[in-house]
């Protein structure tokens, strides 16, 4: 049960890329032939390959028209990681506190602005330990820059006022 390429392929769009696409799924498929996999699967892979064959212009223009405008499928955040590692501590602490904001954005910006590890993501079970943890590395973060400012002298620190001895 082999695929024939050339029938895959002679659709009326030539477009280089999906042919080569489309070579290499046949390829996978055939190499599936060749292990023995399962009838099932491979009826299930040969679906996928008419699918591809009948739809790919469809598929193709959905990415490009994506990718074109700007738009995200769902699940991938939205925020960019230039602006995400360039933004202030208050524009992050607004972003955060956002109602809308999901907890995948919320993972997104711990791992690319705070650099938290993302297999730590796991450690947080629920979308408030997430928002709490990075509550604390904003205000971490706050406290390093006063720190840094304090040290190089562009500004003094809070001092209090000394109590009068009675």
Not at 88 to 104: A, F, G, K, M
Request: proline content about 4%; cysteine-free; aromatic content about 4%.
């Amino acid at each position: 049960m082999i695929f024939d390429e050339k029938a895959m392929t002679d659709n009326k769009s030539g477009e280089k890329g999906s042919a080569s696409l489309l070579r290499f799924l046949t390829a996978q498929y055939n190499a599936l032939v060749a292990a023995g996999a399962s009838e099932s699967l491979l009826r299930e892979y040969s679906a996928l390959l008419r699918f591809w064959r009948l739809n790919r212009d469809v598929v193709l223009k959905d990415v490009a028209h994506i990718s074109s405008h700007g738009e995200r499928p769902i699940g991938i955040p939205s925020i960019p990681d230039q602006q995400l590692r360039t933004a202030s501590l208050s524009e992050v602490d607004r972003l955060v506190n956002r109602e809308d904001i999901s907890r995948r954005e919320l993972e997104h910006i711990a791992i690319q602005r705070f650099s938290v590890p993302r297999g730590s993501m796991r450690s947080f079970s629920n979308r408030q330990m997430l928002l709490d943890k990075l509550r604390t590395l904003i205000g971490n973060e706050r406290t390093h820059e006063t720190i840094s400012s304090v040290a190089r002298g562009e500004a003094k620190p809070i001092v209090e006022p000394e109590k009068k001895a009675d």
